[in-house]
């Protein structure tokens, strides 16, 4: 793999994880002012999803720091 493949991945996956804490904020903000109701479980499933697209992100970054030897350079 090369290292702008590698770059590309890690600015996608940073870019996503950046989206998915605003979005989870708004969807927060968003409930707390009732405009997603909460008794259906909507909100929770909205959120939930949320953090698990922030999760993949966050595993994403872990993995190419994996890949990567100690110096920047590819493993």
């Known amino acids: 793999m090369s290292e702008t493949t590698i770059q590309r991945i890690n600015l996608v996956s940073f870019i996503t994880g950046l989206l ?44 190419i720091a994996c890949y990567r030897k100690p110096g920047g350079t590819i493993a």
């Not at 008794?39 to 966050?58: C, E, K, P, Q």
């Open 20 to 63: 998915a804490i605003v979005l989870g904020v708004v969807i927060g903000i968003l409930g707390v002012w009732e405009a997603i109701p909460t008794s259906s479980g909507l909100l929770w499933r909205i959120l939930s999803t949320d953090a698990i697209v922030f999760g993949g992100a966050v595993l994403k970054n872990l993995a």
